[in-house]
């Protein structure tokens, strides 16, 4: 087996392509971050078969790609749900009892934040201020916000979620 060659191929020929023009320039590894937000892009994270892919093409020790991955925030690797729930925790959100919101949804899902719904329908994360401190608590679903959320309200918002994705059925 020739170790130079990836074990598995994972990766978009697109992003194969960019890592190899990433590689053509001078300190082709300060590409990395770059590479990542393309990976995680177009898969939604990071796996390890992504990240052993990439040490791999760009030439660097897997064990960077992986220390690049966890060290900032931004970057998943564990898949999502279809519907991303975050919670605020910023000052304004948090002082207004976001913290109870964030509780409610982890009795009702039953995760805890930063995970995924073992049927990949729900996800649970928190976030810092998302700017929209007038709404304080908010919750962001995917693309919709809401705001002014009460701790009353989440068994609706995940109600409202079902109906969605019983509708789309």
């Not at 300060?30 to 892919?53: A, D, N, P, R």
């Not at 030439?59 to 729930?85: E, M």
Request: hydrophobic letters at 35%; proline letters at 4%; a negative charge.
């Amino acid at each position: 087996m020739n170790l130079q060659e990836p074990l598995t191929k994972t990766l978009d020929k697109s992003i194969i392509t960019f890592i190899e023009e990433c590689k053509s320039k001078a300190n082709s590894e300060s590409f990395l971050i770059s590479i990542l937000h393309k990976v995680q892009g177009k898969y939604g994270y990071l796996s390890q078969e992504h990240m052993q892919e990439v040490a791999e093409t760009l030439g660097v020790p897997a064990s960077t790609v992986s220390g690049v991955a966890t060290f900032y925030h931004f970057f998943r690797l564990t898949p999502r749900g279809k519907y991303n729930i975050s919670v605020c925790m910023g000052t304004a959100c948090y002082v207004k009892g976001a913290d109870k919101v964030v509780e409610e949804f982890k009795d009702h899902l039953g995760i805890a934040e930063g995970e995924t719904t073992p049927d990949m329908m729900y996800s649970l994360e928190i976030t810092r201020c998302v700017g929209v401190c007038g709404l304080a608590p908010v919750v962001i679903v995917n693309d919709k916000v809401y705001g002014k959320v009460a701790r009353e309200q989440v068994p609706g918002i995940i109600a409202e979620l079902r109906k969605i994705d019983e509708e789309q059925v």
